[in-house]
């Protein structure tokens, strides 16, 4: 079996032509099939969705949030997760609450969001921040800026661990005790275990969703001229530290 993976980070304007190499390498090099994680199906140029369409592949696309039901997906979780945070903070009386995020993150966002949004009560106050990239300057920046909004921040999720690793060193800086005044949490738990404090992350079941993405492509079932799309739905997993 070979897989070709179309996680394609370039900018928006040559994403269509990387994508297209990759599928055209594939289709010449017999494959069972392609996942493409990273872009949903309407990110994709109308000329990508053309050869998708007439490519003859089975495919399946590895989503962070909902998308079309054109093809066979996993969905990541995404909203779930940043929902699953936001309640462990409510829960352990946290209320002034921020998610830093980058483009592109809106699962996360929503679910961020959502959570936010069924909070009955009037003491809470939130704010989401997207920062241009995941360096240590451009997540300073964003902090501060959010801490000049509410410096009573005491609880912050971040779309990823590279993002929850650059804050926590700005707020070590800030003589901010980690967690005792500001509880924060990362996505998808690579860095989280390895810092200092350990942090608590979102921990994303890649393995699982490599296995589901397989056997999609392995059931013919899936392929055959009018079946139904099928869409899994895993479930990310707070991983509680400090």
């Keep these: 079996l070979t897989l070709v993976s179309a996680n394609i980070e370039v900018p928006q304007a040559a ?8 599928l055209r ?11 493409i994680s990273g872009h949903s199906e309407e990110s994709l140029s109308p ?9 003859g592949l089975p495919l399946v696309f590895i989503n962070r949030s ?43 966002t929503h679910g961020f969001e959502h959570a936010v949004r069924e909070y009955e009560g009037d003491d809470l106050y939130s704010q989401v921040c997207t ?30 661990d590279e993002l929850a690793a650059c804050l926590l060193q700005k707020l070590t800086e800030l003589g901010k005790r980690i967690p005792e005044e ?15 404090p350990p942090l608590s992350s979102i921990h994303v079941p890649l393995e699982q969703i490599a296995a589901s993405a397989v056997e999609m492509i392995l059931d013919e079932k ?13 479930d990310p997993q707070l991983i509680l530290r400090g």
Aim: glycine share 6%.
């Design 222 to 234: 899936l392929h055959r001229p009018g079946a139904s799309a099928k869409t899994v739905l895993m």
């Design 15 to 22: 994403m269509s032509e990387e994508i297209l190499k990759n």
């Design 182 to 196: 500001i509880e924060l949490i990362g996505y998808n738990d690579n860095l989280a275990p390895l810092l200092n």
């Design 66 to 108: 909902m998308s079309k039901y054109s093809y066979n997906r996993v969905l990541t979780g995404s909203e779930r997760g940043a929902y699953q945070a936001v309640m462990h903070f409510l829960e352990n009386g946290r209320r002034h609450l921020l998610m830093l995020t980058l483009p592109n993150h809106n699962g996360k």
């Design 131 to 160: 920062t241009t990239d995941d360096s240590y300057e451009s997540c300073a920046r964003a902090l501060l800026d959010a801490l000049e909004q509410d410096p009573e921040i005491d609880g912050i999720l971040c779309c990823a």
């Design 25 to 35: 390498r594939a289709s010449q090099m017999n494959v069972r099939g392609v996942v």
């Design 47 to 55: 000329e990508v969705q053309q050869y998708l369409r007439e490519c």
